[in-house]
């Protein structure tokens, strides 16, 4: 009888320098099609490809490409990218975290959440995070490397499988949201962020023909990536990761505060609304006795007053061993009713989505791929934050 494989590490560290490979996802349409007749194939090939990839079962063969063709077009279109390491459920159900591994051992989570109206997949962009957030787990491992495109597209292109497969309870349904708020600063790695949604949104067959409005792009205020976000032209939802209203105390719980304070991201933030037209969602970690004084929350009601914007508060979900904790639900209500008197629209995070949207952060990929955890755990695993949709 053989031996049991010896369990993976807890965070694994990938070789340096490594490229996962190039996918069909990581190109332009019109770069796959010329790709494809590069390689001695009809173009129409091209659209076959895409369709098969985007809309096709998890499993299926690719008939509409003859057989002798097909495993070289697999081959240098698309090549497997992520492989499912385990999958954890909550909600009876409904929340599925899956740990990815990428082509050199990297580890990343994405999380599906299926509501009554609506089905979110929060996707990493980043393995780990450079961002260095003292409260988030994914800020303590450092950034391992950027996601390709294809990688960031896989994740969803997944999802939307399981979905139509009526993997999640209620049925076959389709993948309505994507939001930006799994492990990473997506726009620390803007390129391949928006080269990967312009596939989410490209029609059928080319891409999800999912709509920019169920696209959450969140971020923790890089300024200039923000700008240029704004003259995309795409009617995103961006969310910015604020957490305090001014500058002394964002300094120490969101470290790029000191290169881009407090004033210069709601400015690009409301440059963005206007632009656009999307309302901006500002989300706001609740810490106690951090950044969850009355004060605090008169002073950020006075800065988004009279705003395009909606605060969303996230009772801050502690990773074991963490100083942080949330705040107390008086705490909770009084800031929320602070930041309410200056007109100001602000929510706070249902139970389930405390327990299983990601936010900008604590998805951490620390997770044994052995040992099943608790939904408990799993819960503890998750970010506090979660989909604006
Ligand atoms: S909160 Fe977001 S930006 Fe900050 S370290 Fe975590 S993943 Fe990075």
Same mark, same amino acid.
């Given at each position: 009888?053989?031996?049991?494989?010896?369990?993976?590490?807890?965070?694994?560290?990938?070789?340096?320098? $490594?490229?996962?490979?190039?996918?069909?996802?990581?190109?332009?349409?019109?770069?796959?099609?010329?790709?494809?007749?590069?390689?001695?194939?009809?173009?129409?090939?091209? &659209?076959? #490809?895409?369709?098969?990839?985007?809309?096709?079962?998890?499993?299926?063969?690719?008939?509409?490409?003859?057989?002798?063709?097909?495993?070289?077009?697999?081959?240098?279109?698309?090549?497997?990218?992520?492989?499912?390491?385990?999958?954890?459920?909550?909600?009876?159900?409904?929340?599925?975290?899956?740990?990815?591994?990428?082509?050199?051992?990297? #580890?990343?989570?994405?999380?599906?959440?299926?509501?009554?109206?609506?089905?979110?997949?929060?996707?990493?962009?980043?393995?780990?995070?450079?961002?260095?957030?003292?409260?988030?787990?994914?800020?303590?491992?450092?950034?391992?490397?950027?996601?390709?495109?294809? &990688?960031?597209?896989?994740?969803?292109?997944?999802?939307?499988?399981?979905?139509?497969?009526?993997?999640?309870?209620?049925?076959?349904?389709?993948?309505?949201?994507?939001?930006?708020?799994?492990?990473?600063?997506?726009?620390?790695?803007?390129?391949?962020?928006?080269? $990967?949604?312009?596939?989410?949104?490209?029609?059928?067959?080319?891409?999800?023909?999912?709509?920019?409005?169920?696209?959450?792009?969140?971020?923790?205020?890089?300024?200039?990536?923000?700008?240029?976000?704004?003259?995309?032209?795409?009617?995103?939802?961006? $969310?910015?990761?604020?957490?305090?209203?001014?500058?002394?105390?964002?300094?120490?719980?969101?470290?790029?505060?000191?290169?881009?304070?407090?004033?210069?991201?709601?400015?690009?933030?409301?440059?963005?609304?206007?632009?656009?037209?999307?309302?901006?969602?500002?989300?706001?970690?609740?810490?106690?006795?951090?950044?969850?004084?009355?004060?605090?929350?008169?002073?950020?009601?006075?800065?988004?007053?009279?705003?395009?914007?909606?605060?969303?508060?996230?009772?801050?979900?502690?990773?074991?061993?963490?100083?942080?904790? $949330?705040?107390?639900?008086?705490?909770?209500?009084?800031?929320?009713?602070?930041?309410?008197?200056?007109?100001?629209?602000?929510?706070?995070?249902?139970?389930?989505?405390?327990?299983?949207?990601?936010?900008?952060?604590?998805?951490?990929?620390?997770?044994?791929?052995?040992?099943?955890?608790?939904?408990?755990?799993?819960?503890?695993? #998750?970010?506090?934050?979660?989909?604006?949709?």
């Amino acid at each position: 009888m053989s031996a049991a494989p010896p369990p993976l590490p807890l965070v694994w560290t990938p070789p340096r320098g $490594a490229k996962p490979p190039t996918h069909l996802a990581d190109l332009t349409i019109e770069q796959v099609g010329a790709a494809v007749v590069a390689a001695g194939h009809p173009s129409y090939r091209a &659209e076959q #490809l895409s369709r098969h990839y985007f809309h096709a079962g998890v499993d299926q063969e690719l008939t509409a490409v003859p057989r002798v063709a097909r495993e070289a077009l697999r081959e240098q279109f698309l090549p497997p990218l992520l492989t499912e390491v385990h999958e954890r459920v909550a909600d009876r159900g409904t929340t599925r975290k899956t740990l990815w591994r990428a082509f050199d051992g990297t #580890l990343i989570e994405s999380v599906l959440m299926r509501y009554p109206d609506r089905a979110t997949i929060c996707v990493s962009s980043q393995a780990g995070c450079g961002m260095a957030c003292p409260f988030c787990a994914t800020g303590q491992g450092g950034l391992n490397r950027n996601l390709s495109a294809g &990688e960031i597209v896989d994740q969803v292109v997944r999802a939307a499988k399981s979905m139509r497969a009526g993997d999640l309870p209620g049925g076959p349904g389709r993948l309505s949201n994507v939001v930006f708020m799994g492990m990473g600063e997506p726009l620390a790695n803007y390129n391949r962020v928006l080269t $990967a949604i312009r596939r989410m949104l490209a029609p059928t067959p080319n891409g999800l023909g999912m709509s920019a409005r169920g696209i959450t792009v969140s971020t923790v205020g890089l300024v200039p990536a923000i700008h240029r976000l704004t003259d995309e032209g795409l009617a995103l939802t961006l $969310a910015v990761s604020l957490h305090a209203p001014d500058d002394e105390l964002r300094d120490t719980l969101v470290p790029v505060n000191t290169r881009w304070p407090v004033r210069e991201v709601l400015d690009a933030a409301w440059r963005y609304a206007d632009v656009t037209g999307r309302r901006v969602s500002i989300e706001y970690a609740l810490i106690r006795d951090v950044n969850d004084s009355e004060q605090r929350a008169d002073q950020l009601g006075a800065l988004l007053a009279g705003r395009l914007t909606h605060v969303n508060v996230i009772p801050l979900n502690p990773t074991p061993g963490s100083k942080w904790d $949330a705040s107390s639900p008086r705490a909770q209500s009084l800031f929320v009713d602070a930041v309410r008197a200056h007109g100001v629209a602000i929510t706070v995070r249902d139970t389930r989505g405390r327990e299983i949207d990601g936010a900008c952060g604590q998805l951490a990929a620390s997770v044994t791929a052995t040992a099943p955890r608790s939904e408990t755990a799993l819960a503890l695993d #998750l970010a506090a934050t979660g989909p604006t949709a």
